[in-house]
């Protein structure tokens, strides 16, 4: 049974540092990409990174570049988002997800989710 667990949300003024932790067990974990994606309150679920599997490539949206860099560590099967300079506009729930294949940026196209973990920035 595949299972992704994140953790590390919270509350943050803007301008602060989170950083997010998603650690996966029941796959074979350097077989996947890894991406964070993010849905706030009455809007879609967004992409926000990805990470290839050997963890030499990272994609980013345009909305978070320069700000959050994503990281993997294969052997302890866990996937790093660290978010700096956080702006309001960034509170949402955080969700990981593994993908046998390429990185896609569609949320239809990933094959496990998580359970999500709540970012609250504030003014």
């Known amino acids: 049974q595949v299972q992704l667990v994140e953790s590390g949300g919270g509350l943050v003024q803007a301008g602060g540092s989170l950083r997010l932790s998603c650690a996966a067990s029941?796959?074979?974990?350097?077989?996947?990409?890894i991406g964070w994606f993010r849905q706030a309150s009455g809007k879609e679920r967004e992409f926000v990174a990805a990470?290839?599997?050997?963890?030499?490539?990272?994609y980013y949206a345009s909305s978070v570049k320069g700000r959050f860099t994503i990281s993997r560590d294969n052997a302890k099967n866990t996937v790093y988002l660290q978010m700096n300079s956080l702006i309001p506009e960034d509170t949402a729930v955080y969700f990981c997800?593994?993908?046998?294949?390429?990185?896609?940026?569609?949320?239809?196209?990933?094959?496990?989710w998580g359970q999500g973990t709540q970012v609250t920035v504030s003014t």
């Open positions: 997800a593994a993908r046998y294949g390429s990185i896609m940026t569609s949320t239809q196209l990933w094959d496990y």
């Open positions: 029941g796959l074979t974990f350097s077989s996947y990409v």
């Open positions: 990470i290839q599997r050997s963890g030499d490539n990272a």
